[in-house]
């Protein structure tokens, strides 16, 4: 059937913890997001078929819609408009923890991160980064590569042309560790050279076919151009050929799509893509799980994604408290809690993941680890969104003198980011959407003017798969249905020289015609209602130390949209200040949460009688 | 099961205790590279011609493993084998060589005493006991072995004073908290085990030396092993499993806090096996989990503000109620086995099996 003919598409997510099947439908002329399904996973033992989890999310999807869904094996698709079953079924997954990587490189900071960047592309997690000089002894990294189980390698190593020897090194140490495959030993590990076209058949010999191995174009053909693309269509292609094929149930799964089962962060990566794209502009995204923090960005159209493996909000939580350090947490909150308390109520939502705060107090704690989550998710990204290293840029003379390292900073600059949109479980199940709102400008710290939204039912994934049928019909749901505009941020970078000043002056002309001028000090957030759909014309002058966009103290006339949390004047400083002080920050964080309304007010009394 | 395929050694019907040996297998050693060209001062694609030996060959440590002559024979130098293995690769490209460990035998434990039900060849066995079972929450250290000991009442915090040589191999029960001083106190004793309501996470990191992040446990180099029944924080440990606990003392008991919350749930155990004279008829009880939630189920609440309590499901309404968080959730009301009557998410309950 032609994607233009299709009225009636599902999609399915099979993630770690849960099975999410979406329907989506044309009505009358446009294609709108119908109903969801959600059940266990059912992958792991005692079920261990994936397509049991599928079938129970769909039957939740068959009897909310009234459509019937399932056929006797698999999925119905019709091949008659008339029919029962739908035109499109297709499926992303993450079950089983993902397709999960190791890469391999000669030099850490050249090869080693652009495989790292080309793995993570591909959706997958990298278990670790090998390269020949990497400063750790031969036999830990045998020793370590052996103890791995990945689905997949991807050796890069070498400039076309370059030295031999150092590649055929990693090629040695992947030979003689012998990494077995995750889904059992009975299948070659598929491994994927990208690396010094040279020492191709170097590598072949070394590995004298123990490996199912893939060559393909150098991914660092040069020092100065990275060549990811074939990359990402080699591990894509041996994920469904190798990794899906022998994970439970998947050889059943893939008979009943058509469409190639695609790994769940790259088609969440997919539609903060196609945002990007169609709108011009440069995007951060995140997806905030329970057991990892995914973080996109598209910058001037490079797209990078990066995966934290352990930041997350239950089976991850505790790291995210290691990583961060407790009293990074504390901060966040506007009441007393001692560290051991607070310890053990993370602890103890690690090991129940599934469990939901109850109170407010709970549930401040859980927005103070998302914060967390979100700043070093963040931070691990600017790390891999930089610069090709190892190129050396054309001397200026202040360079010779300055001695500007190319490629050592993140090329992500805040305040260009038009667009920040969150998913994931915390954020979509926040009790208010400013709650969301704040967390991710906290967390990412939006300069200049920036509009956030958010996943409203986790339906990226979906939408993504179903994109490379039928990208129409996905864009006009994700626009639709999928994007929660949660409102826009103005917040200059830069902080007053004196405290008494201004950071920015805003008038807004309100959709009724009316003018709204604030003038905000250093510590101040005020919220301002504009819905969604609405749009107010703003004058923005920043400090002269601070930037909206134009410049330390230049002028900004624009227009901003609205959302469900309206527009948000942040003065609390670029970098976000944070007394270290306890009873200040808590005397501010109360004030900020009044301002915006973030939690209910007879609480927020409630704490502000402790602190007083 | 074995890490990697080995050799069976019982068969199916066979008694075994908690330390027979089951099955038995060989892990291919470490392997350890050796820059050989640049010891030898030769290039590596000489490397061949030098190494006495070839690829697949063994070699014992001290071995002469290559020699280099230069200037017509007069000068000689050679190379003896600083590991003693199997040679894995002699590089010509790179130089190096690669001498991998003799494999280290590794045996399989049956770990509770009971008959083999079940083979499965190369890998392993099942072996089937009827047993008090009872499943912790968290754990740490693997699979112990020992008597079990009664040391306090279900609310009562464990205290270094409550441990002494007689506890010395026994896995000691109850109370609602253990600290990292109790717990050092244990192991300095031989205690195998401590089986208790709750640890605080500050004990738990003094305990290990280290912060947890992730819960994937059971491989920590403790001398004894902590399980957890309730939580983090202080917990009394609920009535039905500190009792039936009780019920076990002076038996011997099997042990693992091996827990595993992400991809395949594992939780830590403790199993008590009896023998079949033992016991009278076997009667096949219902599962509590596989019916589901319904009035008159025994739940323990598992998240504040009522963190702990056990209770009976009062109603299950089927629309959506607000929290105090303000979140729109599916809930229940519980009968507490205080009197109280209390909402709380349908998420954060767990049925209790008695």
Redesign the interface.
């Known amino acids: 059937m032609k994607p233009e003919e299709m009225r009636i598409m599902l999609a399915t997510d099979c993630g770690?913890t849960t099975t999410k099947a979406r329907l989506f439908r044309k009505i009358r002329d446009e294609y709108r997001f119908v109903c969801t399904g959600e059940a266990p996973t059912t992958v792991?033992?005692p079920y261990e078929d994936v397509t049991m989890g599928v079938r129970n999310a769909v039957r939740e999807v068959e009897e909310l819609s009234g459509v019937k869904l399932l056929a006797e094996k698999g999925i119905m698709v019709r091949d008659n408009p008339e029919g029962d079953g739908v035109d499109l079924y297709a499926t992303t997954s993450s079950a089983?923890?993902g397709l999960q990587m190791m890469v391999f490189g000669v030099t850490k900071s050249i090869t080693g991160e652009s495989a790292e960047r080309a793995a993570l592309g591909g959706g997958a997690i990298v278990m670790d980064v090998v390269s020949t000089d990497d400063g750790v002894p031969?036999?830990k990294k045998?020793?370590r590569t052996?103890q791995l189980r990945p689905d997949m390698v991807l050796m890069a190593g070498g400039t076309d042309g370059g030295a031999?020897?150092?590649v055929?090194?990693a090629a040695?140490?992947l030979?003689?560790?012998e990494p077995k495959a995750r889904f059992g030993a009975a299948y070659s590990l598929p491994v994927i050279f990208a690396g010094n076209i040279e020492a191709r058949k170097?590598v072949e010999t070394?590995f004298k076919g123990m490996f199912a191995l893939r060559i393909i174009d150098n991914l660092r053909p040069s020092v100065e151009l990275e060549n990811t693309d074939p990359s990402r269509d080699a591990i894509q292609q041996l994920f469904m050929e190798h990794v899906m094929s022998h994970a439970p149930g998947y050889d059943k799964l893939m008979t009943w799509t058509e469409v190639p089962i695609m790994p769940t962060p790259m088609g969440e990566g997919m539609m903060f893509q196609t945002i990007a794209r169609l709108r011009g502009i440069n995007v951060i995204g995140v997806g905030l799980g329970g057991?990892t923090t995914n973080v996109y960005s598209v910058f001037d159209g490079k797209f990078v994604r990066t995966v934290s493996a352990?930041l997350g909000m239950s089976?991850?939580i505790?790291?995210v408290?290691?990583?961060a350090g407790m009293q990074n947490i504390i901060r966040w909150t506007p009441f007393d809690i001692d560290?051991?308390?607070l310890?053990?109520?993370?602890?103890?939502k690690?090991?129940?993941?599934?469990?939901?705060?109850?109170?407010?107090?709970?549930?401040i704690v859980e927005h103070a680890v998302a914060r967390e989550a979100l700043r070093m998710g963040l931070a691990h990204h600017k790390f891999l969104a930089r610069g090709l290293r190892g190129v050396r840029p054309p001397e200026t003379l202040d360079d010779v003198f300055e001695r500007k390292a190319m490629g050592t900073e993140s090329y992500i600059n805040m305040l260009r980011i038009s667009l920040i949109g969150g998913t994931g479980g915390l954020l979509s199940?926040a009790?208010?959407r400013v709650q969301s709102m704040i967390i991710l400008m906290d967390g990412f710290q939006p300069e200049g003017i920036t509009r956030l939204v958010q996943d409203s039912v986790f339906m990226m994934p979906h939408l993504g798969v179903l994109s490379t049928v039928h990208p129409e019909a996905a864009l006009e749901v994700f626009e639709k249905d999928c994007l929660v505009r949660l409102g826009t941020c103005i917040a200059p970078r830069g902080i007053p020289e004196k405290e008494e000043e201004d950071v920015m002056k805003v008038e807004m002309t309100m959709p009724d015609g009316s003018l709204r001028t604030e003038s905000l000090k250093i510590g101040n957030i005020i919220r301002v209602p504009l819905d969604v759909g609405e749009t107010a014309q703003v004058v923005i002058t920043p400090n002269k130390e601070c930037d909206v966009g134009e410049g330390p103290g230049q002028k900004v006339q624009t227009s901003v949209q609205g959302g469900v949390a309206g527009v948000i004047l942040d003065a609390r400083g670029r970098p976000l200040r944070t007394p270290t002080d306890r009873a200040e920050m808590k005397k501010l964080l109360l004030k900020w949460f009044r301002a915006v309304d973030m939690y209910?007010g007879e609480t927020l009394e409630r704490f502000e009688k402790v602190v007083s | 099961m074995l890490p990697i395929t080995g050799e069976v050694l019982v068969h199916e019907g066979d008694a075994v205790s908690h330390d027979t040996i089951v099955a038995r297998t060989h892990v291919p050693g470490d392997v350890n590279m050796i820059p050989l060209f640049y010891i030898l001062g030769v290039e590596p694609y000489e490397l061949p011609r030098v190494v006495l030996k070839k690829e697949g060959e063994t070699v014992q440590k001290g071995e002469l493993l290559a020699i280099t002559k230069s200037f017509f024979g007069l000068f000689r130098t050679e190379y003896r084998a600083r590991y003693g293995g199997t040679i894995e690769l002699i590089s010509d490209i790179t130089g190096m060589v690669g001498i991998r460990d003799f494999p280290v035998p590794i045996n399989l434990n049956a770990y509770i005493s009971g008959k083999v039900s079940k083979v499965i060849p190369e890998n392993g066995a099942v072996v089937q006991t009827l047993a008090s079972f009872v499943q912790g929450i968290f754990g740490v250290g693997g699979e112990r072995h020992g008597e079990i000991m009664a040391i306090a009442e279900p609310q009562v915090e464990l205290t270094p004073d409550m441990i002494d040589k007689s506890c010395a191999g026994k896995i000691l029960m109850g109370g609602s908290l253990v600290t990292a001083d109790v717990l050092k106190k244990a192991e300095a004793e031989g205690v195998k085990g401590i089986v208790t309501g709750g640890i605080r996470r500050v004990d738990l990191t003094k305990f290990l030396g280290y912060e947890m992040g992730v819960a994937i446990t059971g491989q920590e180099e403790t001398g004894l092993t902590c399980i957890i029944t309730e939580g983090f924080g202080r917990m009394t440990m609920a009535k039905h499993t500190y009792e039936l606990l009780r019920s076990c003392e002076g038996r011997l008991a099997s042990i693992n806090g091996a827990t595993q919350i992400r991809a395949g749930v594992i939780r830590p155990e403790v199993v008590v096996p009896y023998k079949e004279s033992e016991v009278g008829e076997f009667k096949e009880e219902e599962d509590a989990l596989a019916e589901g939630m319904y009035p008159g189920t025994r739940v323990r609440i598992i998240r504040q503000p009522y963190f702990g309590a056990i209770g009976t499901v009062d109603t299950l309404p089927a629309e959506l109620q607000q929290l105090e968080s303000e979140s729109w959730v599916r809930v229940m009301t519980v009968k507490l086995d205080d009197g109280r009557v209390v909402t709380v998410p349908r998420a954060n309950v767990e049925i209790m099996e008695e």
């Open positions: 770690s792991e033992a089983g923890g031969l036999y045998v020793e052996r031999i020897p150092p055929i090194q040695e140490i030979r003689i560790a170097h070394t057991a352990n089976y991850s505790c790291n408290l290691r990583e560290e051991g308390t310890g053990d109520i993370l602890t103890d690690m090991i129940r993941p599934t469990t939901i705060p109850q109170t407010i107090e709970e549930l199940h009790p208010r209910p």
